[in-house]
């Protein structure tokens, strides 16, 4: 205790210099709200070209991954965009009339920032989170630089190194205040899941925190994750330095004595920490605060898009949902009554069509209550992924199932395809997204089922020749396999028969639909599935807008999509993050609203 007191009296006429140094960082704020602004755009536009390159296509594939659904989350991380900068005050009005292409209004300015990066709309959650947080890692590493580069030469300057950590540590990390719903929808919960099945989401468990805790856990997360990560950059960067440097680092050290090391003053440490940590929930921390503006409020116009030349309206466009409440176990008063809501709900947002991936939740109750309403259904017809479909015996009972199936329902009025199956392909040879390309066992039981699938769409088309059958897969992944199954068992050219692509990034469904009439000359196109995958609660209805253009901007090969999914209470964890509308039948965001635009447009 006395050797504390005798060195807090020591430091007195430090305080001339302290002063000094919060009066030299008061005035860097805005620079360094600036240049974490920067960083963002810097680490969003590293993040989006090295997507952009598809450099990481062949990794995921030495690796083993599922190229369809890690995919999608790759293209989630590097899709953000951006636009520009936006500045308050005179400066910025000053360099918004000298470059206003980069530099934009103070209207985009992110609520009370007073510097922000402007990403485009639509910027998926994943994108998101990792351009935020790589700029706080290189700024909290600068500022942990700072600090031990000079802790023992320059303490005024190893201050300023900890003024900018504690800044980054509380008002970027600590204090972030995370959204669940942002990361349920940036795929980790469903990574962390397909890594330690049967755990669950761990943001349920979040979820049940109260809120202070949960924001308390979170921030301390994040903060510890930070920091880890900048000492790896810093140790990283050290190393690398003395390597380089070598012999001549410390001649230089000999040729400057004024900064040789001297032994550390722990009490001007803990003081260069207490006075860091007051700044910055101090009102100089809020000076120049600088967040990015996602631009998540944004809508597009839907009106005068693009289409192709030839188009034919003679067939109604498919504008449809998948639909996956589970109202099997109700009464059919019941299961009347919540259709009746929900088709109803449908046909105001301009929907015409479902479809399903359970048999058992399809019976006729579905199909009148679909038809009081002017919704037709595509009715879907099980094939799991594990059945032998080499087995004769399996696939006669497969056969005469789907016989029965299709002669009690053909007849409805809602009926408007058939479903049997759904990414059974990619389920067989991508199991847990891990591929099972090199295992003989999948590879046999991929090549009986692309085989037994003629004689299942067949069968269907002989028993009912007025209803189109589609099958479904994950995107195109695997369409030249199904196209030479096709061809080797004849049957004319099945112009009845559809191909239904799952798609979850807007890249990906871009590229399908642009090179479509290459993939499979003469046949017709549906999405089956699609959804701005990665994209937070805020940014869908602009990631939902955007789909559509592309989807309906082809309308002589595409016959349309169907957006999944309309509940958020299906049997998968996903469902609550892609779901339209909760259990009462209420949105669960502006989707609905933006999906129904474009649909009746």
Not at 37 to 57: G, R, Y
Not at 418 to 430: D, Q
Not at 457 to 484: F, S
Not at 568 to 579: A, H, I, M, Y
Request: hydrophobic share 50%; net charge neutral.
């Amino acid at each position: 205790m006395r050797r504390a007191v005798v060195n807090f009296l020591r430091l007195a006429p430090t305080g001339g210099a302290l002063l000094a140094v919060l009066v030299v960082y008061t005035l860097l704020r805005p620079v360094v709200g600036i240049g974490h602004q920067l960083t963002v755009a810097a680490v969003a536009w590293l993040l989006h070209a090295a997507v952009e390159s598809n450099v990481w296509q062949p990794v995921i594939g030495v690796i083993g991954l599922d190229p369809v659904y890690v995919g999608a989350a790759i293209h989630a991380a590097g899709g953000v965009q951006v636009v520009g900068f936006a500045i308050g005050g005179p400066l910025g009005a000053v360099l918004h009339q000298w470059l206003p292409g980069v530099w934009l209004g103070a209207d985009h300015l992110a609520g009370r920032a007073a510097v922000s990066m402007v990403a485009a709309p639509g910027a998926p959650a994943l994108g998101r989170g990792l351009a935020a947080f790589g700029a706080d890692v290189v700024w909290l590493a600068f500022g942990l630089w700072l600090f031990w580069r000079w802790r023992n030469r320059r303490w005024q300057i190893a201050l300023v190194g900890l003024l900018i950590q504690a800044q980054v540590a509380v008002h970027h990390l600590l204090e972030a205040q995370v959204n669940l719903a942002d990361v349920d929808a940036s795929g980790l919960p469903f990574a962390v899941e397909v890594i330690l099945p049967n755990g669950g989401w761990f943001t349920s468990g979040l979820a049940a925190l109260p809120g202070a805790e949960r924001d308390l856990l979170i921030g301390g997360a994040l903060l510890v994750v930070g920091y880890a990560c900048a000492a790896c950059v810093v140790v990283l960067g050290l190393a690398c330095a003395r390597l380089i440097r070598g012999v001549r680092l410390r001649d230089n050290r000999r040729a400057q004595p004024v900064l040789r090391a001297q032994k550390p003053r722990w009490s001007i440490g803990l003081i260069s920490l207490a006075v860091a940590l007051v700044t910055t929930w101090s009102p100089i921390g809020a000076l120049a605060l600088g967040a990015s503006n996602w631009q998540a409020n944004a809508t597009l116009n839907t009106v005068g898009v693009p289409r192709s030349a030839g188009a034919s309206n003679d067939v109604e466009t498919i504008r449809g949902v998948g639909y996956n409440p589970w109202y099997a176990g109700l009464s059919p008063d019941q299961r009347s009554a919540l259709y009746d809501r929900d088709f109803s709900d449908m046909h105001q947002h301009g929907i015409n069509t479902i479809e399903g991936w359970f048999e058992t939740q399809f019976d006729s109750v579905t199909l009148d209550a679909a038809a009081r309403n002017g919704i037709g259904v595509l009715m879907p017809f099980e094939l799991n992924q594990d059945w032998d479909y080499s087995n004769p015996n399996v696939q006669a009972s497969i056969l005469a199932h789907i016989s029965d199936y299709v002669e009690k329902y053909k007849d409805y009025p809602a009926v408007r395809m058939w479903a049997p199956g759904n990414e059974n392909m990619h389920r067989i040879l991508f199991a847990h997204m891990v591929s099972q390309m090199n295992d003989p066992a999948a590879q046999a039981r991929a090549a009986a089922f692309a085989a037994f699938l003629p004689q299942v769409v067949d069968r269907i088309h002989a028993l009912d020749p007025n209803h189109p059958v589609v099958y479904r897969d994950a995107e195109d992944l695997y369409l030249p396999w199904i196209v030479n199954t096709f061809a080797q068992a004849g049957g004319g050219d099945r112009p009845w028969l559809v191909y239904g692509a799952n798609v979850y990034s807007t890249t990906r469904l871009n590229d399908i639909v642009t090179r479509w009439p290459t993939q499979w000359p003469g046949r017709k196109l549906l999405i089956s599935e699609f959804a701005p995958g990665g994209m937070s609660p805020t940014n869908r209805p602009v990631g939902f807008q955007q789909e559509w253009q592309i989807i309906s901007s082809k309308p002589d090969i595409v016959l349309g999509g169907l957006a999944y999914t309309w509940a958020t209470n299906g049997p998968e964890d996903l469902d609550r993050v892609f779901g339209l509308v909760d259990p009462n039948g209420n949105p669960t965001d502006g989707a609905l609203a933006a999906l129904g635009t474009a649909y009746s447009g």
